[in-house]
Every structure is written in structure tokens, then in C-alpha cells.
């Protein structure tokens, strides 16, 4: 049996297989040529990188919280889930959610400020100092993209399985565990799960760091821990991925290339590389390889509503007000559940000037939002409607 204990937060990650090690270092494979590239990036290893120790190690005052939450329970399955429901009722009233908040299991405990990987790994090493054994969980999810400095960035999903420790003094049937998912709405009970190693989550950390230097356009430091990401997890096909983004953003387009084709060689469905190994011949003036590729990725997302929301979100950064709402209105026909597709079609409608259908589409947004963080935001909104038309009816 499992529980589910639920917070609404998202993070874009991805992962795969496990680190390889030589007389307890990280070894580079032997394919890692082919991918890495030190000499581009001349200065990489100036930058301090997060060690694993670093990234969940806990102060006394966290490991307080932890002990505090569990006095005077001893029954292991009570315990586990004490610790759990101290920890939501901790971050649904204090965190705020942020999507850069790429931070350690400490420093997510201090600042309050966290996405959903951070959680996760806040939460993994409180339960781990108090003895539960602890998993992290892929989950397969849709593709499913945000906007951030003008990037569309690919999300995946995570959650954790915890199981409380053995006591060999009490007698339980059953050794139940608890799932905890700080973003459920992306959690489906048909999705696929499949358990992730401690290297692999570390990967995940950096590959995040990297995404966020990358987005700063800090393109050293995102290098840095792109490598420290690749000699976690060598095959991790969204990271490849990201590494040929940003080779090919300097200009590296053989290397770019390369990446891409080790990213699809790891996983031939992931179509984010094969987008950007399209974008990639688009840039080098090879068109037709280009919409070969282009053609075959549309007729496979026809279906999602999220790559129609990313196209809508394109269009309106654009100014195409009249493509955008098109995107919107084909997302909207495929799930009537997505906030972010009632805030897209209020904007646009905002722009054209129709403030009816801005602020209904806008009260529609908050209705389906999923935290009271975002009700808050679209409230905002709204309470900006109703000044601006009593400001034009006077």
C-alpha cells in the first residue's frame, strides 16, 4: 500500500543510468571524447562544484526538526509519516516556489526557496539521518515545457518512496511506504516509475545548475556542471542534449552534432534532440534534413496540449496574437485543466483589447491553479482588470 502526501512543484530534469568509478573517482568513459570538450571551455575547473556531500548534507538545526517531528512515536510507519506531514506542513505555509532554486538539501532547509528536486532532496536527507530508506523515482510524464529568459525548458518529474526503518520490538504485517510527490499533477497512476540511483540524482542537481548558468549565459560555469553531470551519469539523454545546445550556441556545431547523436543513440524517442539536431541543420543550411525531422515531431505531438501551449507561448512572445490564440485554443481542446493555457489565452486577449475575455479566461487560470502561490498571481491579475476598466469608465 501506498500513501500519497501532496505539494505542487515542478522541476525540468531528466535521468538514466548509473556513474562509473576507478579506484573511488569518477572515471570519463571511453566514449566521453565525443562529448566532452575541455579544451572550448578553457577555465571550467576554476568553478567550485557541489560535492554529493555537499549536496545532502544537514546542520543540527535541521536534523532537529527532523528528531522533533517524530518524539514520542514508535511505531515505524507512524513515524515516517509524521516526518513527512512536518515537512509539507513546513513548505506549504514558509517555501515559496521557485523554479531556479537549484539548491542543496540545506540550503532549501534555510532559504524556504525550492523546486521540486530540492525538496526531494531536502526531504531524502531528513528521512535518511532519521534511518527510513529512501528512493528516488522516475516518472514518465508527457513532454511538457516552460518559458524562462525567453527558453522553452523541458520538464520531467520525480518522487520519492519512503519506507520506514525495521523494528525488530514491534510486529507489522505489512512494511508500508509512503509516496511523496511535490507535484502530483503531473502524476497519473498509469505513469511508468522506475528507481533512480544516489549518482543519478546527483547528475540531475547539475545538469540543473548547468541549465541555469546556461540560461544566465555564464557558458563556463554551465560547462562545469554539465561535465560533473556527464561523469555521474553518461547516459543521460536530456543532458547530452543540453551540452549540444550550448556547443552549439558558441559555435561548436561539430560538437553540437555529436551530442545530439549520442543523446538519440542513448534514447531514439527523446524528440527534444532530435528538435535541436533539426534547429542545428536549420542554422547550418540543412534544410531538408531539417524538415524531415521537424515534419515526423510535429505529426508525433499533434496530440500533446503542452507542445501546443509552447507554440502559443512562441507566437505571443512574437506578437502574433491571432497564431497564438489558435495554439491556445488547440491546447484547450485537448485538456480543460491546465492553467497555463487559460493564462495564455487571457494575456492574448488582454493584448488584443478584449479585457471581457481577458479577465475570464484569467479567472479560469486561477479556478485550475494548483497552488495558492499561483492563485495569488492570477488574483493579482484580475484585481488589475477591474482598476483598469474603472479607470476607463471614468
Same mark, same amino acid.
Given at each position: 500500500?501506498?500513501?500519497?502526501?501532496?505539494? #505542487?512543484?515542478?522541476?525540468?530534469?531528466?535521468?538514466?543510468?548509473?556513474?562509473?568509478? #576507478?579506484?573511488?573517482?569518477?572515471?570519463?568513459?571511453?566514449?566521453?571524447?565525443?562529448?566532452?570538450?575541455?579544451?572550448?571551455?578553457?577555465?571550467?575547473?576554476?568553478?567550485?562544484?557541489?560535492?554529493?556531500?555537499?549536496?545532502? +548534507?544537514?546542520? +543540527? +538545526? !535541521?536534523? /532537529?526538526?527532523?528528531?522533533?517531528?517524530?518524539?514520542?512515536?514508535?511505531?515505524?510507519?507512524?513515524?515516517?509519516?509524521?516526518?513527512?506531514?512536518?515537512? *509539507?506542513?513546513?513548505?506549504?505555509?514558509? =517555501?515559496?516556489?521557485?523554479?531556479?532554486?537549484?539548491?542543496?538539501?540545506? @540550503?532549501?532547509?534555510?532559504?524556504?526557496?525550492?523546486?521540486?528536486?530540492?525538496?526531494?532532496?531536502?526531504?531524502?536527507?531528513?528521512?535518511?539521518?532519521?534511518?527510513?530508506?529512501?528512493?528516488?523515482?522516475?516518472?514518465?510524464?508527457?513532454?511538457?515545457?516552460?518559458?524562462?529568459?525567453?527558453?522553452?525548458?523541458?520538464?520531467?518529474?520525480?518522487?520519492?518512496?519512503?519506507?520506514?526503518?525495521?523494528?525488530?520490538?514491534?510486529?507489522?504485517?505489512?512494511?508500508?511506504?509512503?509516496? #511523496?510527490? *511535490?507535484?502530483?499533477?503531473?502524476?497519473?497512476?498509469?505513469?511508468?516509475?522506475?528507481?533512480?540511483?544516489?549518482?543519478?540524482?546527483?547528475?540531475? *542537481?547539475?545538469?540543473?545548475?548547468?541549465?541555469?548558468?546556461?540560461?544566465?549565459?555564464?557558458?563556463? =560555469? !554551465?560547462?562545469?556542471?554539465?561535465?560533473? !553531470?556527464?561523469? @555521474?551519469?553518461?547516459? @543521460?539523454?536530456?543532458?547530452?542534449?543540453?551540452?549540444?545546445?550550448?556547443?552549439?550556441?558558441? !559555435?561548436?556545431?561539430?560538437?553540437?552534432?555529436?551530442?545530439?547523436?549520442?543523446?538519440? /543513440?542513448?534514447?531514439?524517442?527523446?524528440?527534444?534532440?532530435?528538435?535541436?539536431?533539426?534547429?542545428?541543420?536549420?542554422?547550418?543550411?540543412?534544410?531538408?534534413?531539417?524538415?524531415?525531422?521537424?515534419?515526423?515531431?510535429?505529426?508525433?505531438?499533434?496530440?500533446?496540449?503542452?507542445?501546443?501551449?509552447?507554440?502559443?507561448?512562441?507566437?505571443?512572445?512574437?506578437? +502574433?496574437?491571432?497564431?497564438?490564440?489558435?495554439?491556445?485554443?488547440?491546447?484547450?481542446?485537448?485538456?480543460?485543466?491546465?492553467?497555463? #493555457?487559460?493564462?495564455?489565452?487571457?494575456?492574448?486577449?488582454?493584448?488584443?483589447?478584449?479585457?471581457?475575455?481577458?479577465?475570464?479566461?484569467?479567472?479560469?487560470?486561477?479556478?485550475?491553479?494548483?497552488?495558492?502561490?499561483?492563485?495569488?498571481?492570477?488574483?493579482?491579475?484580475?484585481?488589475?482588470?477591474?482598476?483598469?476598466?474603472?479607470?476607463?469608465?471614468?
Amino acid at each position: 500500500m501506498s500513501k500519497y502526501l501532496l505539494l #505542487v512543484f515542478v522541476i525540468f530534469l531528466s535521468a538514466c543510468q548509473s556513474p562509473l568509478f #576507478v579506484s573511488g573517482r569518477l572515471s570519463v568513459p571511453d566514449n566521453s571524447s565525443v562529448v566532452l570538450h575541455d579544451e572550448a571551455f578553457a577555465g571550467f575547473e576554476n568553478y567550485h562544484i557541489e560535492s554529493s556531500e555537499e549536496i545532502f +548534507d544537514l546542520n +543540527d +538545526d !535541521a536534523k /532537529k526538526f527532523a528528531k522533533e517531528s517524530i518524539r514520542g512515536i514508535r511505531r515505524p510507519s507512524e513515524q515516517i509519516e509524521a516526518l513527512v506531514q512536518a515537512i *509539507f506542513t513546513r513548505s506549504d505555509f514558509n =517555501l515559496l516556489y521557485r523554479a531556479d532554486a537549484n539548491t542543496t538539501a540545506q @540550503q532549501t532547509f534555510t532559504s524556504r526557496a525550492a523546486n521540486c528536486l530540492s525538496l526531494s532532496i531536502m526531504t531524502y536527507a531528513l528521512a535518511t539521518e532519521m534511518g527510513f530508506d529512501v528512493r528516488f523515482q522516475h516518472i514518465e510524464i508527457p513532454e511538457y515545457w516552460t518559458r524562462r529568459e525567453g527558453q522553452s525548458i523541458l520538464n520531467s518529474h520525480i518522487n520519492l518512496q519512503l519506507l520506514p526503518k525495521n523494528d525488530i520490538t514491534l510486529v507489522e504485517l505489512k512494511r508500508q511506504g509512503y509516496e #511523496v510527490d *511535490f507535484d502530483v499533477q503531473r502524476t497519473t497512476k498509469h505513469d511508468k516509475k522506475s528507481l533512480l540511483t544516489y549518482a543519478q540524482v546527483i547528475s540531475l *542537481f547539475y545538469n540543473n545548475k548547468g541549465s541555469d548558468a546556461l540560461l544566465n549565459k555564464n557558458y563556463l =560555469l !554551465a560547462y562545469a556542471y554539465y561535465r560533473a !553531470a556527464y561523469l @555521474q551519469d553518461p547516459r @543521460q539523454a536530456h543532458l547530452l542534449a543540453n551540452l549540444g545546445y550550448l556547443y552549439r550556441i558558441n !559555435a561548436l556545431y561539430t560538437f553540437a552534432e555529436s551530442a545530439y547523436q549520442q543523446a538519440i /543513440k542513448v534514447d531514439k524517442d527523446n524528440l527534444t534532440a532530435w528538435q535541436n539536431l533539426a534547429f542545428l541543420y536549420k542554422h547550418t543550411n540543412q534544410a531538408d534534413k531539417a524538415s524531415q525531422i521537424l515534419l515526423e515531431l510535429a505529426h508525433k505531438r499533434a496530440s500533446n496540449p503542452f507542445y501546443h501551449l509552447s507554440l502559443g507561448d512562441s507566437a505571443y512572445e512574437r506578437e +502574433d496574437w491571432q497564431s497564438a490564440l489558435s495554439n491556445y485554443r488547440r491546447a484547450l481542446s485537448l485538456d480543460k485543466n491546465l492553467h497555463e #493555457v487559460f493564462f495564455g489565452l487571457g494575456k492574448t486577449y488582454y493584448e488584443l483589447g478584449e479585457i471581457g475575455r481577458s479577465k475570464h479566461y484569467l479567472q479560469m487560470a486561477k479556478k485550475k491553479s494548483r497552488s495558492k502561490q499561483e492563485q495569488q498571481i492570477y488574483a493579482g491579475k484580475i484585481e488589475f482588470l477591474r482598476r483598469q476598466a474603472l479607470l476607463t469608465k471614468s
